[in-house]
C-alpha cells in the first residue's frame, strides 16, 4: 500500500552489519523499481476496459469484505464418504482439472496409493492399468467439492476429513488430515509404510479427533478456532503455509485434554498425541480450508478481479477469480527455487504442486514471509528477501488483513486480495512458499522452496474480465 | 559487537511509513551516541585498574564460553524438602538477602500464603506476628540454594520443584511450578483460591509430572531438552520472560504423551494438560532455572567482570558478579514502567521482584526484545524500541550465544554476559522485562513493563573488582 513517491537515496552510511543497510538495498530500491515496471505486454487495452469498468471498485471493495468477514471454526471431523458424498472410484486432486494421462508423477503416485488404500488393487502399481482403462474410476478437483488438498492433494471415501465453518453463514470447507513429512502419499509415496500410517489415521486418529471435536462443540466450551490461532501463529513464527508449527502445538493444546477425556484407550490417546505433536505440519491442513472459506465468500462478484483461488496439480497452475465464475485460467507449473533434501537436486524436482497456494490467496504464507523470517533456513532466501516479500505483496494486493498483523512490520496486516489487474500493470507475481515433490510417482518429498506462477494466466484472467466488463457496458 | 566507526546520515529518504525510517531514527542515531557517552562518574580510575588486570580478558574468555558450554535437560520433579532439603519453616525468597522487616508488600504476602500452605498458621493474615516474632522461621534467598523463583519467588518445602541438569557435569538447578496469571502467590496474593490452586499443584500437577518426566528418562526417549526448546521459541516471537507461549506449547508436546501413560486418572491427566495449555507463563519457570545453571558455570572465575545473577527481592536490587564470589552488590529497586491491568496505576506498583531477570543476565528476555516484537503490546513500547533494545545490549555485552539467535536480526546470537565495565564504561544499563505486582500484600498482579537496575550497583561491583585486581599485582 506504500503510495509515497519515493526517490533513491544518494548514499546511505550502514551501521553495523545489520538490517538498515539491506533494508535499503532490498526494501527500499525494488519498491522505487516498481513504479517504473511497464505492465505486462498486450495488456494495456485490457487493463483499461477493466479500470472504466463502473463495478469494478465497488466489487473489489465487496470481495474483500467478504473475505474478510469470514471465521474458520473446526466443528467436525468425519469420513470424506459421509461429508463430501465421495464414492467408491472417486479421486479428489489437488488443482486445476486434469487426467491420468497428463497427471505429474507425484499425482499419480498418490492415486495409486489411494486406489489400494480403497481395496480397489491390492499393489498400487497395479492401478496404473486401472487409471489408464478409466474404468470406474474418476478424477475431480478437490475446489469442485469445497475441499482443498495440499501437494498431491488425493482424497478417497474412507480418508477422515476437518470439517470448518463460517459461524455467520454456515458454509463449510473440507481438508484431510496430514500425514506427516518424509514418505507420504500427498508426495507421491505409496510405501507399504505409507499405507500403514493411511489406515491407522482412518482407524484411530480419525474418530479420536472426530469424539474431541464433537465433545468441545458440546461442551459449550467451543470448538476450535482455526482464525483465531492463524492470528495467533502468525506473531509466532508461522507463515502458515511452510511453517505451521505454532499453529500445530496451539491445535494440540486445544484438543489435547478432549482427547484424554474421550474414553478411548490410553495408548492410542498417547499415540495420537505424540503424532500430531511430532508433525509440525499438521496444522497446514486447518489453515488451507479456513482459507479457502473465506476466499469462497467472494466467489462470483461480478466486476471483482481479486482471485480466490490458486491452484496447481502438478501438470498445470490455475487461477479462478472472484469476476469470472469457476473458470480456471491455466499455465504450466514452474519448478521451484529452494532448497533440496539429502542429495536430491533441481533435476528430481516434480513442477509446482497442491492446493496449498490458497494460503497466499488468502495473504499469509509467501504474502507473510515478513511474520517467519526463520523461514529462509527451508524455502532458501535471505531475511531482508522475506522483508521484502511482503512489502513486494502490498503492491499487488487490495488491501490488508488487520487480523493478520505483521509485528516486525509494526503489526501491519497482511497483504490481502490478489488483484489481476495490479498483477498485470506491474508485472510482480504472487510469491508461492512451497513444498517439493519428487518428479517421479513414490519418491516422495525432495526440497522445500519459492515459487510464482506462469505470468501469462494473469492476462488470460484480465482477457476475460474485460470482455464481461465490455458485455455489460451498453454499445 | 558493532565496532565499525559511524557517521550521522545527513539525509534519508522514507520510503513507506515503515521499518527504515525508524531503524535510521531508533537505531542508527542511538548507537552512534553510545560511542560518545562518558563513563558514570567517579569510575574512570577503577575501570583503568580493571582494564589493565592481567587475568581479565582471558577470565571472561572462560566465563563466557562456560555459560554457553551449559545445555539444561528437565531431570526430574519434585518437592523442595526432597531436592533442597528445605525444613519446615524455611522460606526461599527472590533477590538478595533481606528480612521481614524490609520485605516489601508482595513479598510479604507470599510469604503469609505459602506459611498457610505449610500449616504454620490457618489464617495467612496470622503469619503476621510469626514473621515478626522470627520464632521458627527464617528467610533464606532462592540463589543460595541453586534455585530461582518468579516475582516473589517464595519457596516452601511441599512445593514441587522442576529439577534441571547440565548433561556435562551433573549441576543441578531447581525452580517451582508456575501458577498461571492473575490472583498466585508469587505476585503476593493468599487468598483461598491461591492456596487451593497450590494445594492442587502438590497433590496433583507435581505426582503427575514427576511421572511422566521420569517415564520420559527411563524410556529412553530422553528427558525434555530446555535449552533446545529455548533455542526454538526465541523464534517462535518468546523472549523467554514476559513470553513464554510457544516453549510453554513444546513443553506440552513433549509430556502429553507421557502423561497420558501415566496411568493418573484421566480426568486428573486432562485438568493437568488444560493447566499446563492455558498458562503461557508455564514454560517461565524452566526458562529460568536453564539460565541459571547456565550462569553459575561461571562463578568464581577469577577476574571475570561478568555478571552472574540480577536478582529483586521488591525491596532491593542485587548482582553478583563472576569475579567477586558470592557477594552482592545491592541499590533500591525501581519502578517498572510500563501498561497495567485493569484500573491499577503507577501508585498500585511495587517495585521491582524477581530472580526472573536471570533470563537477561543470560541473554535473553529484555536482551531478546528483537526476537518478540509482538510483546510491546504486553510490556509497552514500540517495535522499532525492541530492534533497538537487543542491539543496545550488544553494547554492554562479552558476546554473542550462538544457540539463541534472532532471525530478524539475520539470526545474530543474542547479546550474552553483561560486562561490569562496559556498563560503567556506557552508561547503558541492562534492559529487564517484568511483571508488576501491587505493593499491597495480596493484591496480585498490576502491569508489566521494562525496567533497569540501580545503576549505582555496577560502580559498586567495579570498584571491588579493581580492589581485588590491585590485591592481586605485586606491589
Redo the contacts between chains.
Sequence with gaps: M?T?R????G??????????A???AD??VP??RVDWRPPMPGTEDDLATVAADPLRRTANERALAAVLDVTATLVDVAPAAEVLGLERGEFLHAGPPIGWDRASGPLRGALMGGAALEGLVDDPEDAVALFESDAGVSLEPCHHRSTVGPMAGVVTPSMWMFVLEDAATGRRTYCSLNEGLGKVLRYGAYSPEVLTRLTWMNRVLGPLLQRAVRALQDSGQGAVDVTGILT?ML????EAHNRN??GT??L???L???M??SGFA??D???A??FV?GNDHFFLNLAMPACKLALDAARGTDGSTMVVAMARNGTDFGIQVAGTGDEWFTGPAQLADGLFLGDYGPEDANPDIGDSAITETAGIGGFAMATA??I?RFVGG???DA?ATT?RMHEITLGENPRWSV?????QGTPTGIDVSRVCRTGILPQINTGMAGRVAGVGQVGAGLVTPPAEIFPQALARLAALAAARTPA
Tied chains: 1, 2.
Design positions: 506504500t509515497s519515493t526517490t533513491t537515496p548514499a546511505v552510511v550502514n551501521v553495523g552489519a545489520d538490517l538498515l539491506d533494508a535499503v526494501q527500499a519498491v522505487a495467533q506473531q509466532m513464527g508461522d508449527r505454532a502445538l496451539m494440540l493444546r486445544d489435547a485434554p478432549a484424554v477425556r490410553s495408548e490417546v498417547a499415540e498425541l505424540g505433536g523470517p526463520a529462509v535471505s531475511v531482508p522483508l512489502r509485528p516486525v512490520l509494526e503489526f
